[in-house]
């Protein structure tokens, strides 16, 4: 099996690290809390929505940012199972929206980086942002990847544009060829037979 990762929410629980970043900048730019559960709506969708829905300014993108690392680096563990699914991989790729220093800090602690074969972080290397296909077409032409896993629409858009099977992760709500909720082993032989 030939991988391809988005990494937060998808390889780490990244979204309670995230969630928290985004009311802290929401609070600093209102002087007032957010609905965590509407944010979180709009977060799984991307953190560029997210900050137009609610009135925050690209400005506060970097103090994000900051929050973010911050707060993944205090949690954030892996998804149960997610090291026997990337052991089995012949390959590993990631493409994130995050810093490749960050990525790479997440798989350190967690003892995962040795999984991967290479991390693009479109911000680090030149790519535009998911859901461009940039990305996707340089990974997927260097390693022939066969399938792409991600939470949200962004991550399986560009996948499926370049050729790639799609499996989306802890999300009934967008397409995809596969949907789970855990890495176990049957999730495997679906990755193996391509079928729910």
């Avoid at 990762?5 to 600093?28: K, M, Q, R």
């Avoid at 709009?42 to 137009?52: G, I, M, N, V």
């Avoid at 996707?136 to 370049?162: C, F």
Wanted: net charge negative; with cysteine.
């Amino acid at each position: 099996m030939r991988l391809l990762w988005d990494l937060d929410g998808t390889i780490f629980d990244t979204y309670p690290a995230i969630l928290n970043s985004f009311c802290s900048v929401y609070e600093e730019v209102h002087g007032k809390s957010v609905d965590k559960k509407e944010a979180l709506r709009w977060l799984k969708r991307t953190s560029k929505e997210a900050f137009a829905h609610f009135g925050i300014s690209e400005d506060f993108r970097e103090r994000f940012k900051v929050l973010d690392h911050a707060e993944a680096e205090a949690g954030s563990p892996p998804f149960n199972g997610i090291e026997s699914i990337l052991a089995q991989a012949e390959i590993n790729v990631i493409v994130t929206h995050r810093t490749r220093a960050s990525t790479k800090e997440l798989l350190v602690k967690w003892g995962l980086l040795q999984y991967f074969d290479e991390i693009v972080s479109p911000d680090d290397d030149g790519f535009p942002r998911k859901p461009d296909v940039a990305a996707y077409e340089y990974v997927h032409n260097k390693y022939q990847l066969e399938w792409a896993i991600g939470d949200r629409s962004l991550d399986l858009i560009p996948a499926k544009a370049v050729g790639m099977k799609t499996c989306a992760f802890q999300n009934e709500d967008i397409e995809a060829d596969l949907h789970i909720d855990a890495y176990t082993s049957s999730f495997l032989e679906k990755l193996k037979t391509g079928s729910e």
